[in-house]
Each structure stands twice: as structure tokens, then as C-alpha cells.
Nanobody, 118 residues
Framework: QVQLVESGGGLVQPGGSLRLSCAAS????????MRWYRQAPGKQRELVAG???????NYADSVKGRFTISRDNAKNTVYLQMNSLKPEDTAVYYC????????????WGQGTQVTVSS
């Protein structure tokens, strides 16, 4: 079992920045990748960014150049730095972890609200 605790959401004006954090605990030794998803009202949950244990990253086209995913292995924490935020970035952001590359198991955090509004 892996437990994920997210933090860092809030209300920000368009053009502003936020940094989300996701701290993992429990059986973390076989974590293959950690990812951020988001879900806006009335929309499907979508992948925002991911980072594998070897440091490879990927991003949704809508956030490339604005968001950066990173991790601190010593703290078992992954971050999502969000810059130049837009109203369309408003959503609940969820941290997700994949344990094992083959026959994976996925765990989710509770979500943190990000609202971009003037």
C-alpha cells in the first residue's frame, strides 16, 4: 500500500503560480512513476504530467512550457510547479503513483483544488 498526501492548491489570479506537492509513504520501494492528473467540473480526468523513477518526464500539450514536474527522492515527494496559470487550469488535481512497471498497481491521492480566477 502507498499513501499519497497532496498539498498546495488554492485560489490564484490568471498569470500567477502555484506549486503542488505530493508526499508518498508506505510501500514506496517499487514506485515506477508518479503523475499528476486533473479533473474539471463536467470533464474527464486527464493526465497533466508524469515522472518516472529514472527522471523521464512527460506533459500534456496544454501545459508544456508552463508546468514543471520534479521530485525529491529523499523526501519521497513529487512537485508540480505551475506558472502562467489560466482559468482553464481550474480543476481538482490528483496525485497518482504507479507501483511496478509490469503488473502495475495504481494509487491516488485525495485531490487538491486549484482555482484560477480574477
Amino acid at each position: 500500500q502507498v499513501q499519497l498526501v497532496e498539498s498546495g492548491g488554492g485560489l490564484v489570479q490568471p498569470g500567477g503560480s502555484l506549486r503542488l506537492s505530493c508526499a508518498a509513504s508506505g510501500s514506496i520501494f517499487n514506485i515506477y512513476a508518479m503523475r499528476w492528473y486533473r479533473q474539471a467540473p463536467g470533464k474527464q480526468r486527464e493526465l497533466v504530467a508524469g515522472i518516472t523513477r529514472d527522471g523521464s518526464t512527460n506533459y500534456a500539450d496544454s501545459v508544456k512550457g508552463r508546468f514543471t514536474i520534479s521530485r525529491d527522492n529523499a523526501k519521497n515527494t513529487v512537485y508540480l510547479q505551475m506558472n502562467s496559470l489560466k482559468p482553464e487550469d481550474t480543476a481538482v488535481y490528483y496525485c497518482n503513483t504507479q507501483v511496478n512497471l509490469i503488473a502495475p498497481t495504481f494509487y491516488w491521492g485525495q485531490g487538491t483544488q486549484v482555482t484560477v480566477s480574477s
